[in-house]
Nanobody, 125 residues
Framework: QVKLVESGGGLVQAGGSLRLSCDHS????????MAWFRQAPGQEREFVAA????????IYSDSLKDRFTMSRDNAGDTVYLQMNNLKPEDSALYYC??????????????????WGQGTQVTVSS
């Protein structure tokens, strides 16, 4: 069973930045497509960003691509989501997800088999 653990959430003022981290129980994300999703209270879970298993290409939500950046460390042990110029509407529980090994990255939740518990991001106005 693959386990994912997110960290880095917290309370930040509008205009601030946060960097979320996702660590993988298998010690490396090599071979796994990875993604970030978020869910605000009373809303559907929405796609934020995804990265293919070879790390070369990324997909972003159109509304977030100018402010959010997904990356992975060289060792492949941790995946990050850098969030800049945060807005109150970015407040949500942010989830890291991993897909089947060697599958393509996707914007669809059903494409991912493994999920973390989420890390809360709250942006005050």
């Amino acid at each position: 069973q693959v386990k994912l653990v997110e960290s880095g959430g917290g309370l930040v003022q509008a205009g601030g930045s946060l960097r979320l981290s996702c660590d993988h129980s298998e010690r490396t994300f090599s071979g796994y497509p990875m993604a970030w999703f978020r869910q605000a209270p009373g809303q559907e879970r929405e796609f934020v960003a995804a990265m293919n298993w070879w790390g070369g290409s990324r997909i972003y939500s159109d509304s977030l691509k100018d402010r959010f950046t997904m990356s992975r460390d060289n060792a492949g042990d941790t995946v990050y989501l850098q969030m800049n110029n945060l807005k109150p509407e970015d407040s949500a529980l942010y989830y890291c997800a991993a897909g089947p090994q060697y599958a393509s990255a996707s914007m669809t939740q059903d494409a991912y088999d493994y999920w973390g518990q989420g890390t809360q991001v709250t942006v005050s106005s």
